[in-house]
């Protein structure tokens, strides 16, 4: 499950049936290795290099449908750990001619960001997943690979249980985004820079950048005594768990 909004940049490909296109692609692949790997990104992973491709593509993958054999797989997978990183891969994917899928967590129920129709390449942003909370302004910054649990935890931990945070459906609570736009231009303050993408970001429309973390309000937590809850009311378990509970 991702927290954020993650927007997809798709490039027109070709696509070739004969068999020297095998070949091309191959050569494709090894093209693009190499520009990673000239621009320091090397936490990737392509089916003929790395016996984990698999693994790691079906990681955060939620729907089963997409882990079939016949669907399309990337031709790599890179795990950025840098808004840096972030931008040579795109560079690289870009100037390679793949289209692109930015993943994270695979919350997309319509494999949007785990297949596509033309070669693609997935940039998982798992390992982007830093929390910094500042408990006195109220303010907490979220990379985009971070997952609820860790961010509601992030914030318990940090102010003593005394502050929260309204998640879900919840675009009135972002106040400051990083993004990096189509041409690879990293934009640090969305909301000043360029109100109309931040009012986009939030919900609001589909323009194609590549979201990188998000800041957002907390507020001070509630108590509510006359409901008479106890820890021994509360109860941990899978969400299809919940579902049937309920």
């Known amino acids: 499950m991702a927290n954020f909004l993650t927007i997809y940049i798709t490039l027109n490909l070709c696509l070739l049936c004969t068999y020297p296109s095998i070949i091309n692609a191959a050569r494709t692949v090894d093209s693009l290795v190499a520009c990673l790997q000239r ?4 936490n990737y992973t392509t089916p003929s290099s790395s ?24 031709g790599a997978i890179i795990l950025p750990s840098t808004t840096k ?12 001619g793949w289209a692109l899928r930015v993943r994270s967590g695979g919350h997309s129920y319509e494999g949007l960001s785990s297949t596509a129709s033309t070669p693609f390449v997935i940039i998982d942003l798992m390992n982007m997943h830093a929390i910094t909370v500042n408990v006195a302004k109220k303010f907490v910054w979220v990379e985009s690979g971070v997952r609820l649990g860790e961010l509601y935890y992030a914030i318990a931990s940090a102010s003593s249980n005394l502050l929260g945070l309204s998640a879900g459906t919840c675009a009135t609570i972002g106040i400051e985004a990083q993004v990096i736009t189509a041409n690879g231009s990293l934009i640090k303050k969305v909301s000043t820079t360029d109100p109309d993408l931040f009012w986009a970001l939030r919900g ?3 323009d194609p950048e590549l979201f990188i973390g998000i800041g957002r309000h907390l507020f001070r937590s509630s108590i509510y005594p006359e409901l008479g809850l106890t820890a021994s009311d509360c109860k941990q378990g899978y969400w299809i768990e919940e579902k049937g509970f309920w």
Request: charged share 20%; net charge positive.
């Open 39 to 42: 621009n320091k990104v090397l």
């Open 51 to 74: 016996t984990s491709f698999n693994a790691v593509l079906d990681f955060s993958m939620q729907n089963l449908r997409f882990k079939e054999a016949g669907v399309s797989k990337p």
């Open 85 to 96: 990183e972030v931008q040579s891969t795109w560079a690289c994917v870009r100037d390679g």
């Open 204 to 206: 609001g429309g589909g």
